[in-house]
C-alpha cells in the first residue's frame, strides 16, 4: 500500500510541474500587460509597482484591437450560426432522408477534412478580388463556413443517426411537413451536438491568421489574429503594448474554454473519430 | 412516411446550402489550385499554360529545399514526441482520480488559445537579451540566441519551434488518448492484475494494443497539423533568419502574397496536399489494425 501512494506522489509531482510550465507564461503575460515597457526590461518577474491600463488603451485604440475584436465576433458568430443550420440541414438529408446518394455525399464532405486551407487559398483569393470580396468579412465568413461544415455535418450525422425512428414515425403521423419534423422535433433533440461543433468553429475561426491575413488589408476589416501579429517588427518594440494585446486576444477563448471545457473535449474526440 | 422522406424537393433545399459551398469554396478552387500549378500566373498576368515549368523550378529552390527539410522535421517531431508525451500524460492522468480534470484542462489549455498570440509571446521569451536569457543571466548564464542561431543540420530555432508546438498542441493528443483509455474495461485491467501483471505491464500488453486506432486518427490528425503550420512560425521568426525557418505553408505564403508568384505558389499548395494524403494513408496503414473488441 505505501508503494502505491510513493508512485502516487511523484505522479502529483510531474503533474504539478507540467501545471506550472503551462500556466507560468499566461500568468506572466497577464503580469506584464499591467506594467510600463520601462518595467518590462528592469523587473520582469515582480508584480507591477503601478499597474496601468494605459497598454490596453493603446492597443484597443491606437493598435486598432477594438474594431478587430468586433470584426472577429461577427465573423465568428455569423459562421458559427450558419454552419449550424446548414451543416445540420446536410447532416438530415444524410441521415434520415432516403435517397440512393445520401453515403457519397457524406463522402464527398468528409474529404474536405483532410484538405489544407492553403491549397485553395490562390484561386478563392484571385476570384474574390474580381468580385470585391476580398476586404470584406463576408469573403472571409465564406470559407471559415465551409471549412466548418465536414466537422459539424460528420458529428450531427452521428446524433441524427442515433434518434429512434419512432420519433418522425409519429410526428409525420401528426401531420407534420418534413421541415417541421427537422426544425421543431429533430433539431431540438440535437441541441448538445450543435452546440459542441459551434464551441469549436468558433474557437477555430477565433484563432484564424493565414486566410484573414491574405484576404483583408484594410486596418478596419482586420480580424484579431491579423491585428495582433502587426505588434511584432524590426520597428516596434513596445512589448507592454502587445502584452496587452495578447490577453486581449486569448480571453475570450480562455472565457469560453473555462464555461464549456467538457463540451470541447466532447467535440474534439468526437470530431476526431472519423473511421 | 416513406414518401415524405423521399421527398426530392426537400432533398434538394437540404442539401443545397452546404453543397453549393462546398463546390465552390473547396472543390472548384481545387481544381483550379491543380490547373494554376501548371500555368505562368502572376498578379499582372493571366494564367498561361507552361506544363511542368512550375514544379522543375521547384527542384531548384533553394528555400523550398530548406522548407521542406523544416516541414519533415516537424512532421516527424511532432509525431514522435505527441505519441509519446501525450501517451504518458494520458497514462498519468487516468491513473489519478483527485484533481485529474484540473490538471486535463490545464494541458489542453493552449490548444484553444491563439497561436499568433502564443507565438508573439514565445518570441519574446526566447528573444536575444529578455525573456529566458535575462533569467539565464542572473545565474551568469550567456543563453544561446534561441531563435537565430543557424549552426547545425537541424538549426536551434527549429528545436525552439517544435518544442513550443508540442507544450501548446500535446493536450489535443492526450485528450484523444484518455478519451479511449477510458473506455477500456477495468475488467480487462483486474484479469491482468490476476495473471501477475504489473501496471507497466498491462499498460504495455492491454493499453497500447486497444488504443492503436486512436493513436492512428491523433498522428493523422499531428501529421496534416504540422504540414500547414503557420502561426507560430510566421510570428516567431517569420521564416528567418534568412530563410532558416521557412516550412512549407510561410514559402507558399511568401511566394503566393508577398511576390505574387501564384502559379508557382499553387505548385507548393499541389506539393503540400500530396504530402498530406500521403502521410495519412501511410499512418493508417502502418499503425491501424482491425478493432478489437472493447
Given amino acids: 500500500m505505501k508503494k502505491i501512494s510513493i508512485q502516487k506522489i511523484i505522479i502529483y509531482i510531474f503533474l504539478v510541474l507540467m501545471a506550472v510550465l503551462y500556466l507560468a507564461p499566461l500568468l506572466w503575460v497577464f503580469n506584464v500587460s499591467f506594467k510600463t515597457n520601462k518595467e518590462i526590461f528592469t523587473a520582469p518577474f515582480a508584480l507591477p509597482q503601478a499597474p496601468t491600463f494605459e497598454n490596453f488603451a493603446f492597443a484597443w485604440t491606437a493598435g486598432k484591437l477594438g474594431i478587430a475584436t468586433l470584426n472577429s465576433f461577427i465573423v465568428c458568430i455569423v459562421t458559427l450560426l450558419l454552419s449550424m443550420v446548414f451543416g445540420s440541414m446536410a447532416a438530415f438529408a444524410i441521415a434520415r432522408l432516403r435517397w440512393k446518394l445520401s453515403h457519397a455525399s457524406l463522402v464527398y464532405f468528409l474529404i474536405g477534412m483532410m484538405i489544407p486551407v492553403h491549397c485553395v487559398m490562390i484561386p478563392l483569393f484571385t476570384r474574390f478580388a474580381k468580385v470585391g470580396l476580398t476586404n470584406s468579412l463576408i469573403g472571409l465568413i465564406l470559407p471559415y463556413l465551409t471549412f466548418a461544415l465536414p466537422v459539424t455535418i460528420f458529428i450531427m450525422v452521428g446524433f441524427f443517426e442515433g434518434m429512434p425512428n419512432e420519433l418522425i414515425e409519429s410526428a409525420c403521423i401528426d401531420g407534420a411537413t418534413i421541415f417541421e419534423i427537422f426544425f421543431k422535433v429533430c433539431l431540438p433533440l440535437g441541441k448538445t451536438g450543435l452546440f459542441v461543433t459551434g464551441l469549436m468553429t468558433f474557437i477555430a475561426n477565433w484563432n484564424e491568421l493565414l486566410l484573414a491575413m491574405v484576404f483583408i488589408s484594410d486596418d478596419m476589416k482586420k480580424t484579431l489574429p491579423v491585428s495582433l501579429s502587426k505588434f511584432v517588427g524590426p520597428y516596434n518594440t513596445n512589448y507592454s503594448q502587445m502584452f496587452a494585446a495578447i490577453i486581449i486576444a486569448i480571453v475570450p477563448t480562455i472565457v469560453v474554454y473555462c464555461a464549456f471545457s467538457n463540451q470541447i473535449v466532447d467535440g474534439l474526440t468526437a470530431g476526431a473519430v472519423k473511421g | ?294
Fill in chain 2, 1 to 294: 412516411m416513406d414518401k415524405l422522406l423521399r421527398n426530392k424537393k426537400a432533398i434538394i433545399i437540404f442539401m443545397a446550402p452546404a453543397f453549393l459551398l462546398f463546390t465552390f469554396v473547396l472543390f472548384i478552387p481545387i481544381c483550379q489550385s491543380v490547373y494554376y500549378s501548371f500555368c505562368d500566373y502572376n498578379a499582372l498576368t493571366p494564367p498561361k499554360f507552361i506544363g511542368l515549368e512550375n514544379y522543375k523550378n521547384l527542384i531548384g529552390d533553394k528555400t523550398l529545399a530548406i522548407a521542406l527539410k523544416n516541414s519533415l522535421f516537424f512532421l516527424i517531431f511532432s509525431c514522435v514526441s505527441q505519441l509519446i508525451m501525450g501517451l504518458f500524460l494520458a497514462a498519468l492522468l487516468t491513473n489519478i482520480d483527485k484533481g485529474r480534470n484540473l490538471f486535463k484542462n490545464i494541458i489542453y489549455l493552449p490548444c484553444v488559445l491563439s497561436s499568433a498570440a502564443l507565438g508573439l509571446l514565445w518570441m519574446f521569451i526566447f528573444s536575444p537579451k529578455l525573456g529566458i536569457n535575462q533569467l539565464l543571466a542572473k545565474f551568469g548564464i550567456e543563453g544561446p540566441l534561441w531563435l537565430m542561431d543557424t549552426s547545425g543540420a537541424i538549426i536551434l530555432p527549429m528545436w525552439v519551434i517544435a518544442f513550443v508546438a508540442l507544450w501548446q498542441y500535446v493536450g489535443q493528443s492526450m485528450m484523444l488518448y484518455m478519451a479511449q483509455i477510458s473506455g477500456i474495461s477495468k475488467a480487462l485491467y483486474e484479469a491482468s492484475y490476476i495473471d501477475g501483471c504489473n501496471k507497466v505491464k498491462s499498460f504495455r500488453y492491454i493499453t497500447l494494443p486497444l488504443i492503436r486506432p486512436m493513436v492512428a486518427t491523433a498522428m493523422s490528425l499531428n501529421a496534416i497539423g504540422s504540414l500547414k503550420f503557420f502561426d507560430l512560425i510566421f510570428n516567431m521568426t517569420e521564416g528567418g533568419p534568412n530563410h532558416k525557418t521557412e516550412v512549407l505553408a510561410t514559402h507558399l505564403y511568401q511566394q503566393g502574397f508577398k511576390y505574387f508568384k501564384y502559379g508557382y505558389a499553387s505548385a507548393i499548395g499541389v506539393l503540400l496536399l500530396i504530402l498530406c494524403l500521403l502521410v495519412t494513408a501511410f499512418i493508417n496503414k502502418v499503425v491501424k489494425t482491425e478493432n478489437y473488441e472493447m
